[in-house]
């Protein structure tokens, strides 16, 4: 199993949105419970996520499993990003995320351009069009 203590997106609607987790000390002592719990249970890596980058590095240095940080700084074992966040398919990303690409304009003008093509009649043309062969 892998862990996955801090900013949990499956959880944000119970957990008040999409915020940083770990700012307060309150948080902070839930947030490493958490993480130790996980490697209690045997976790085989733990996803830390939208945690102060000072968390994040205690949390790695009490944990045997590894830590793959998103959004906690630089100290995890592992760093990871998503991908749609990172290509740039979205209008709004995470303070965390370095977009290494603008895919999302890309894919909007082929789209537009396909579309076109395909209300003016020019796709499919001949070179996309299988025929029927008599041998």
């Known amino acids: 199993m892998i862990g996955h203590v801090g900013l949990r997106p499956q ?16 948080e902070r002592a839930r947030v490493m419970a958490e993480a130790r719990a996980a490697d209690e249970a045997g976790a085989f890596a733990i996803v830390v996520e939208g945690v102060a980058a000072e968390l994040a590095q205690a949390i790695t240095a009490t944990v045997s499993a590894p830590t793959i940080g998103i959004g906690a700084g630089a100290c995890c074992d ?3 990003l998503v991908t749609d966040d990172m290509l740039g398919l979205f209008e709004w990303t995470p303070k965390f995320v370095r977009r290494y690409g603008d ?19 020019v796709f499919p043309a001949e ?9």
């Open 78 to 80: 592992g760093q990871i």
């Open 127 to 135: 070179a996309e069009t299988y025929r029927f062969s008599s041998s």
């Open 11 to 26: 959880a944000v609607n119970v957990e008040g949105g999409f915020k940083a987790r770990g700012r307060s000390e309150v």
């Open 103 to 121: 895919l999302r304009a890309a894919i909007e003008a082929s789209a537009a351009r396909y579309a076109g093509d395909v209300r003016s009649g």
